[in-house]
């Protein structure tokens, strides 16, 4: 990183080396800048540091670090260190190494500040997070995060090839990964703000899946830089990549979860455009004429300079941008594949419910209102989620491929949800079995039924002996284990170890109501019932989620039911 200051308003800012020679524009007062380009001659070496002679950081295969690690690759270097494909010997497993430059954090403070920050990021579990195993310093002094490896490429990787090739990103790849980023930050500002949200910390797996990381690191180095200012003659020096900094962050204003959702949106800006925020600006339409109007207002919000004119939270940014796309673009709903002939149904493990009229919906909750007295006809639901064992007869049997997460220990025991399966996969299971997936009046009308309870146990509030939430636990659990979770009719596991598919579109109960062939063109399908890491408020009997129906999430599993046959006197 290398300080430019701004002539007209005197602000410096940390940018990467990377961009020496490039013309950028101050967040602070909008003048023109210049990133100075390298010197011919070398720089004079920087004082040696107190790593054993790791100054530079090279490590090599075989090297060992704490004693713990076993130094495999070098996968990359970056302003704030470089990062090593390691084998963790304590715990057997290979990890992501990032070990910081020795001057990064010179200071106690500094240092103190990261150790703590660390700590909290590594309790954040999400799918869409880099998971932090481990913070700490070597005996030569060398802070380092151990983390999940992730078999992918940084975003800015792909952003390059594109620019390269002069191919613009397709909208819909756009907004998955914005989408995720936003789930992601979504959970995390729970806990803490990321502070350096930019391509380089966004991780592309396969599947079009998205990771973040790097949480929390920007602000042990504020810390450092706040030290180094002090004084009234001492300039200060903003954190974070140039030009994906927020304006209150450009001026040192107290920071909240807006500026990450600004960080976003240039992201977003970005992957749609191909143009960094160092390239001089140019018209969205102008760019490219396949973004609808609503996207592009989604995007302006985003990039308000005023955080209160910003999105409020990354929820509400994220189901903003799916609406967006799902109203503008709607592609067609995949066809279920075929995986078998469907056999005669059973209902041997399921629940008997004879159907009814029940308030369904709630005017608290803005996604499931408004509520409206909603009939049931007569069905049979799954006692409790479909299981591992469950599925695997089922792949046995048709010869249909694994889901996602298979042959991930943390979930394969035989009594856990089966998790990983997208919409489509669950229908072609519950097609061989003869059954169906529950709409969500079928879900609902089991979670509350017509007691109207806001749980599906009754109106006691979640706790740790109800049901999996909260990241009490980190992962998915028996599908019987909380018996003081279930429902007076028997149904286990309605809140909470994973969401649920259902049968119906995400859509307004309006629109589902009122112009179901409207709804019907809608591709995310209503989830329901939280997750093991959802708070409480998902929880409720009357919560849902929209999700894509190609998404094969670890936080998601389903269960099915049997609609009951008609009789004459009830066609």
């Not at 729970?190 to 602000?219: M, Q, S």
């Not at 240039?266 to 609503?294: A, C, G, I, K, N």
């Not at 025991?413 to 969500?440: F, H, I, M, N, R």
């Not at 286990?492 to 409207?518: K, S």
Request: charged share 25%; hydrophobic share 40%; glycine share 8%.
């Amino acid at each position: 990183m290398i300080p430019v200051t701004c002539p007209a308003c005197g602000l410096q800012i940390l940018v990467p080396t990377k961009v020496q020679g490039r013309t950028g524009v101050c967040f602070n007062c909008g003048q023109a800048l210049t990133v100075p380009a390298p010197p011919d001659k070398a720089a004079p070496a920087p004082p040696p540091a107190a790593n054993g002679g790791r100054k530079d950081l090279v490590f090599q295969p075989g090297d060992r670090l704490a004693d713990r690690y076993v130094i495999r690759s070098l996968i990359g270097r970056g302003g704030m260190g470089a990062v090593y494909a390691a084998r963790d010997t304590l715990l057997g497993e290979d990890v992501a190494l990032k070990c910081l430059l020795p001057g990064l954090l010179r200071t106690e403070k500094a240092r103190r500040m990261f150790l703590q920050e660390a700590q909290v990021t590594r309790k954040l579990r999400h799918e869409n997070i880099v998971a932090v195993h481990d913070v700490s310093a070597t005996p030569e002094g060398i802070l380092y995060i151990s983390m999940e490896l992730a078999a992918g490429e940084p975003l800015r990787g792909f952003l390059r090839r594109q620019r390269a090739e002069r191919r613009l990103v397709e909208v819909r790849f756009a907004v998955s990964v914005v989408s995720q980023m936003l789930a992601g930050l979504e959970y995390a500002h729970r806990f803490v703000i990321h502070r350096d949200i930019k391509p380089e910390n966004v991780i592309l797996l396969a599947n079009e899946r998205v990771k973040l990381l790097d949480f929390g690191l920007a602000r042990a180095v504020e810390e450092e830089l706040a030290l180094e200012t002090d004084g009234p003659k001492k300039k200060k020096r903003l954190v974070g990549t140039m030009g994906y900094a927020a304006p209150e962050q450009v001026k040192f204003q107290p920071l909240d979860p807006r500026a990450d959702l600004y960080a976003v949106g240039l992201v977003l800006q970005e992957l749609l455009t191909l143009r960094t925020p160092l390239d001089p600006p140019r018209p969205l339409d102008q760019v490219r004429r396949d973004v609808s109007p609503s996207l592009a207002r989604v995007l302006e919000k985003a990039l308000e300079e005023d955080r209160d004119h910003r999105w409020p939270d990354a929820r509400a940014f994220r189901a903003a941008l799916e609406a967006a796309y799902e109203t503008s673009y709607r592609p067609p709903a995949a066809a279920v594949p075929a995986t078998g002939a469907a056999g005669p149904a059973s209902t041997e493990g399921m629940v008997w419910f004879p159907g009814g009229r029940f308030l369904m919906g709630s005017n608290a909750l803005r996604e499931s209102s408004p509520e409206a007295e909603v009939a049931v006809a007569p069905f049979w639901m799954d006692a409790h989620p479909v299981t591992v064992a469950e599925y695997r007869r089922y792949l046995g049997e048709t010869g249909a491929p694994s889901p996602r997460y298979w042959n991930d220990p943390d979930c394969r025991g035989d009594e856990q949800p089966v998790v990983g399966v997208s919409w489509q996969e669950a229908l072609a299971y519950a097609a061989w079995a003869g059954k169906t997936l529950p709409t969500e009046a079928q879900w609902e009308f089991a979670a509350r039924g017509r007691e109207n309870r806001p749980y599906p146990w009754g109106a006691l509030p979640p706790d740790a002996t109800r049901c999996n939430f909260g990241e009490h636990i980190g992962g998915t659990t028996m599908v019987t284990l909380y018996d003081d979770g279930c429902t007076p009719d028997g149904i286990h596991d309605l809140a909470g170890n994973v969401f649920e598919w259902t049968l119906d579109p995400f859509a307004p109960y309006g629109t589902i109501r009122n112009r179901p062939e409207e709804a019907a063109q809608i591709p995310r399908r209503a989830v329901r019932g939280g997750c093991f890491q959802s708070p409480p408020e998902e929880l409720t009997t009357a919560a849902r989620r929209g999700v894509f129906p190609e998404t094969q999430a670890r936080t998601i599993g389903f269960r099915c039911v049997v609609p009951a046959p008609q009789t004459d006197e009830s066609a």
